[in-house]
């Protein structure tokens, strides 16, 4: 079945700790994307990418990190700067990017604590 | 900035009713919008795509109306069922100079009583 895989479903971090979420897609899609969703807030960009090796800043970039190294894979790292990390993180993916009426398809979320 | 908002919060309705959620958004200049269903615990699932040029779309008991002038659009569920109770998210599609975004209201917790 096709479809975005994001792990682990749980993860807590500790105070200063780096960690990294993944995601991965085998749907073939260009473009993925990084949205947190607070309790109340929706849920807002973090990072996207349309193309491999290439990404861009969403609305909420700072203490976050990613990298883009293959199609099928878009790793989120949640750095020691972001002060207030505690959220669901969700992943997404679409058709190209610039293929502006395709739904972008989400995985299951991983939820990070702080410990 | 673009602004989406979704009135009510939360709505329960009894079992086989007909319903109608609520989506405001404040710059019509967008590509499409998208009405996502949310479990507790769980990612989005895609439910209807209306494009800026569309007027409404139709799937199964859903149907998602879209008046880009003046920024509104509407979920309607024929014959509720308790599996339609989940949160109700609607989203639009924008480009502005190759930085393109899909803007999340906060959506409306659905609860239909057997």
């Known amino acids: 079945d096709g479809g975005i895989t994001q792990s682990p479903k749980y993860l807590f971090r500790k105070e200063g700790q780096n960690v990294t979420l993944s995601c991965e897609q085998n749907?073939?899609?260009?473009?993925m994307y990084w949205y947190r969703q607070d309790p109340g807030q929706g849920l807002r960009l973090i990072y996207y990418?349309?193309?491999?090796?290439?990404?861009q800043k969403g609305d909420i970039a700072e203490g976050y990190s990613v990298s883009r190294e293959k199609k099928e894979s878009f790793p989120l790292t949640v750095t020691s700067a972001q002060k207030n990390p505690t959220a669901f993180y969700l992943c997404?993916?679409?058709?190209?990017?610039?293929?502006?009426?395709?739904?972008?398809?989400f995985g299951d979320g991983t939820r990070l604590s702080i410990l | 900035k673009q602004e989406v908002t979704q009135i009510p919060a939360a709505l329960s309705v009894p079992e086989g009713e007909n319903l109608v959620l609520n989506c405001s958004f404040t710059?019509?200049?967008?590509?499409?919008l998208q009405w996502f269903r949310q479990d507790p615990g769980k990612g989005l699932t895609s439910l209807l795509l209306?494009?800026?040029?569309?007027r409404e779309q139709t799937s199964g008991r859903l149907n998602a109306s879209l008046d880009k002038s003046s920024g509104r659009s509407t979920l309607y569920i024929a014959a509720s069922q308790p599996g339609d109770s989940a949160t109700y998210l609607c989203?639009?599609?924008?480009?502005?100079?190759?930085?393109?975004?899909?803007?999340f209201g906060t959506g409306t917790r659905l609860t239909i009583i057997p």
């Open positions: 997404a993916s679409s058709i190209a990017g610039w293929r502006r009426n395709q739904p972008q398809h």
């Open positions: 749907l073939n899609h260009d473009a």
């Open positions: 990418s349309q193309i491999v090796n290439d990404f």
């Open positions: 710059d019509s200049a967008i590509y499409n």
């Open positions: 209306i494009q800026s040029s569309q």
């Open positions: 989203a639009v599609f924008e480009s502005n100079f190759g930085n393109e975004k899909l803007t």
